[in-house]
C-alpha cells in the first residue's frame, strides 16, 4: 500500500518530457478525486544541486537515513515535481520520517503560497 513519505522508484520524465531514467522519487500525497495519482519529487543523490531553504538534504548521519532505503546522501528536490498513476509508481525502497515529510510539505506549501 502506497502512502506519503515512502520512496519509491518512478520513470521520472526529463523537462522536456523525453523518458527519463529510473529513479528514486518521494511520495508527497495522494491527490483528492476517484483516480490513484500521487504528487512526487525526485531523489538525486548529486547533492551539488541542493537549493538550500527550499530542497531537502538527507545525509547518512540523520536518524531516518537507514529507514529511508537511500544508499548515499541525497538530496530530495521539492522543485522536481510530477503527478503520477499509482500504476506505474515501482516498489518503495524506504520512507522518510513523518517530521521530514512534514517539513517539506510546508516548506513547498510556503513557497507555492509567496509566488
Given at each position: 500500500?502506497?502512502?506519503?513519505g515512502?520512496?519509491?522508484?518512478?520513470?521520472f520524465?526529463?523537462?522536456?518530457l523525453?523518458?527519463?531514467?529510473?529513479?528514486?522519487?518521494?511520495?508527497l500525497?495522494?491527490?483528492?478525486?476517484?483516480?490513484?495519482?500521487w504528487?512526487?519529487?525526485?531523489?538525486?543523490?548529486?547533492?551539488?544541486?541542493?537549493?538550500?531553504?527550499?530542497?531537502?538534504?538527507?545525509?547518512?548521519?540523520?536518524?531516518?537515513?537507514?529507514?529511508?532505503?537511500?544508499?548515499?546522501?541525497?538530496?530530495?528536490?521539492?522543485?522536481?515535481?510530477?503527478?503520477?498513476?499509482?500504476?506505474?509508481?515501482?516498489?518503495?525502497?524506504?520512507?522518510?520520517?513523518?517530521?521530514?515529510?512534514?517539513?517539506?510539505?510546508?516548506?513547498?506549501?510556503?513557497?507555492?503560497?509567496?509566488?
Amino acid at each position: 500500500m502506497k502512502q506519503a513519505g515512502q520512496i519509491v522508484l518512478f520513470q521520472f520524465p526529463q523537462t522536456d518530457l523525453a523518458a527519463g531514467k529510473l529513479r528514486l522519487a518521494l511520495l508527497l500525497g495522494r491527490l483528492p478525486g476517484s483516480f490513484d495519482d500521487w504528487l512526487i519529487c525526485m531523489i538525486s543523490s548529486q547533492t551539488r544541486h541542493f537549493i538550500p531553504q527550499f530542497d531537502e538534504l538527507i545525509q547518512e548521519s540523520d536518524g531516518d537515513f537507514i529507514q529511508s532505503g537511500l544508499k548515499v546522501a541525497s538530496v530530495i528536490r521539492v522543485g522536481r515535481l510530477a503527478v503520477a498513476s499509482a500504476n506505474i509508481l515501482l516498489g518503495a525502497v524506504g520512507q522518510i520520517s513523518p517530521t521530514r515529510l512534514k517539513l517539506i510539505k510546508n516548506r513547498l506549501a510556503k513557497w507555492i503560497a509567496q509566488q
